[in-house]
């Protein structure tokens, strides 16, 4: 049954030149670092530089390739320093430049590139462009920085349109004015705190090649870019025909404020910029967005070769535990933007979404470490690059119970919803220990954890997981490890076998399988003799339920 032929083959194309090493990035493993919940260097509850410094061999030895720091500028914090007030700084939260220079410097003395988060889509209203805007009035030359509109109604008292924000509530606010009476409101379609910067003023797409190079001066390998779909709106911000419900809603909903036609020009010149730095140097520079639009046909329009690198692939994330759901977004992704000769960029986990142990777990629970494991090995299967999240080779579960007064999520505070809130998958990470803060913050203090580590969080330290043979840290290192190893992992053609309904069955390269059971029952294995590595222990010529393997030889021939 699982010796038919091959359904479809798919390959990706490349225009590297013969004698150039393909660039870095096209398979790279990234483990994301969100620096407030890696490590706390100083005891004030935050993760900070320093302390990320202090990881950097443990992230090392995990085998990845590099790291992916969330953001670290001076920041109010109101969205955890995606409320940038300045783009070429240290917040003193996490340190300063020269801690920033020195992490730089020690990781990639370990091998490992530096991928730096940038927002471009809004700032923080402390930063000084929105406090002189503020209170240069109407006229002032800095309004045209953001978008500020009067108001309808008799009195202005209405918002421009009817835009709503994507964590709850108008996607605009009034400001009032120096003679202290109400005047124009400006968009923000995150926090109020969050002004949308207007692209269509060439200032700021001046100001941002401008913290490009800087950042790249200092010796930054890449860029995460933050809402790489939003930057324009539709230039006459008109009502939208269906405005999102007052509650947070997801990305994407109103077309007219995301992904409109005018992005692409920008991250046409951030790709010239990085291309003359390689050029200078040789070293290849990455841009990967957060492009979060509706299909893969839609992000594939921004990894055209002249655009980003790389786009993350949010839908295996926002899959449901199905082989037959799985195989169609791999299909799409596959089809869609290897086919622009970019890589697929595979996510199962981030700062943003509920921990995959959870989100797995099935209405009954309990499957969730299991599916996770699997769900871990088909990832590092596929061809193209992937992110790991810190917390991710733990096998951390969501942190669902922390109390209302912990939460800091804007999104909690904005809808008065718990549904979507992020906490949960920010709690800081578990290094060693028995009880909070299970080595988070620097020995001695006694300030507690940003937000509070469950009990149950001393079965996932890292000194735990790392003498535990059995644990997801050395599924992930394994699997990471025969990455390197195998020639037929990271990038290259994947072919389907047939499978039942249930299983997913592929092939890399010249005779690498990886099948994974989505199903509860165990079938039968589609290659004889015992795996290279499994998510569970297999019976031999099993494959247990909810479990992957990876084999290399013994392929069917039949
Ligand atoms: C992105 C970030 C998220 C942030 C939002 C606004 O989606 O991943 O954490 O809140 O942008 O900047």
């Not at 030359?141 to 500020?148: D, G, I, M, T």
């Amino acid at each position: 049954m699982f010796t038919a032929p091959v359904e479809d083959s798919i390959r990706r194309e490349t225009d590297t030149p013969a004698d150039r090493p393909q660039p870095w990035w096209r398979d790279a493993v990234v483990y994301q670092v969100y620096v407030r919940s890696f490590l706390d260097s100083t005891g004030d509850g935050v993760g900070d530089l320093a302390g990320v410094r202090v990881g950097l061999p443990y992230v090392r030895r995990l085998g990845v390739d590099g790291i992916w720091l969330s953001p670290f500028y001076p920041s109010p914090q109101h969205d955890h320093g995606y409320d940038v007030a300045d783009y070429c700084a240290v917040d003193p939260l996490y340190g300063d430049l020269h801690e920033f220079d020195r992490l730089v410097a020690d990781a990639h003395r370990l091998g490992l590139k530096v991928v730096i988060d940038i927002v471009p889509n809004h700032c923080s209203s402390a930063h000084p462009w929105f406090q002189e805007a503020l209170a240069g009035g109407p006229a002032d030359p800095a309004r045209s920085l953001f978008h500020f509109a009067d108001g309808r109604g008799e009195d202005g008292e209405l918002p421009p349109n009817n835009w709503r924000a994507m964590f709850g509530g108008p996607a605009w606010s009034r400001v009032r004015e120096t003679d202290g009476r109400p005047g124009q409101w400006y968009l923000h379609l995150f926090t109020p705190e969050q002004p949308d910067l207007n692209w269509r003023d060439h200032r700021v797409g001046r100001h941002f090649e401008h913290v490009l190079r800087f950042w790249l001066d200092r010796g930054v390998d890449g860029f995460r870019i933050d809402v790489a779909a939003g930057l324009f709106r539709h230039p006459e911000l008109p009502d939208s025909p269906d405005p999102a419900a007052d509650e947070r809603t997801r990305d994407s909903v109103n077309p007219l404020a995301w992904n409109q036609p005018e992005v692409h020009d920008v991250w046409r010149r951030w790709r010239a910029v990085c291309e003359e730095y390689t050029a200078r140097d040789g070293l290849d520079r990455l841009l990967v967005g957060e492009v979060s639009v509706p299909t893969a046909a839609d992000q594939a329009a921004y990894v055209r070769p002249d655009e980003l690198h790389q786009a993350f692939f949010f839908h295996l994330l926002s899959a449901p535990w199905s082989a037959g759901e799985f195989r169609k977004v791999i299909d799409d992704a596959l089809r869609d933007i290897a086919g622009t000769g970019s890589t697929v960029t595979w996510v199962l986990n981030n700062h943003d979404q509920v921990r995959t142990v959870t989100r797995y777990d099935g209405d009954t629970g309990g499957f969730g470490a299991t599916r996770a494991r699997a769900a871990a090995l088909l990832m590092l299967a596929l061809p193209g690059a992937a992110y790991v999240y810190q917390g991710e080779e733990l096998g951390l579960p969501e942190v669902l119970d922390l109390p209302d007064d912990a939460l800091t999520d804007p999104i909690f505070h904005r809808t008065g919803s718990r549904r979507y809130v992020r906490d949960g998958c920010r709690v800081p990470l578990p290094w060693s220990g028995h009880a909070s803060p299970f080595g988070f913050t620097a020995p001695g203090s006694t300030v507690q954890p940003w937000l509070p580590q469950p009990a149950w969080f001393a079965e996932h330290t890292t000194d735990r997981a790392l003498s535990d043979t059995g644990s997801f840290w050395h599924l992930y290192r394994e699997g990471l490890n025969l990455r390197r190893q195998l020639p037929q992992l990271g990038e290259g053609s994947l072919r389907w076998l047939e499978s039942p309904p249930q299983v997913l069955t592929f092939v890399r390269g010249d005779g690498m399988v990886c099948a994974v059971n989505f199903g509860d029952d165990p079938v039968p294995a589609p290659v004889p003799g015992i795996p290279l590595l499994a998510s569970a222990g297999c019976p031999p010529g099993t494959l247990p339920a909810n479990t992957a393997a990876w084999w290399v030889g013994g392929l069917p021939t039949s």
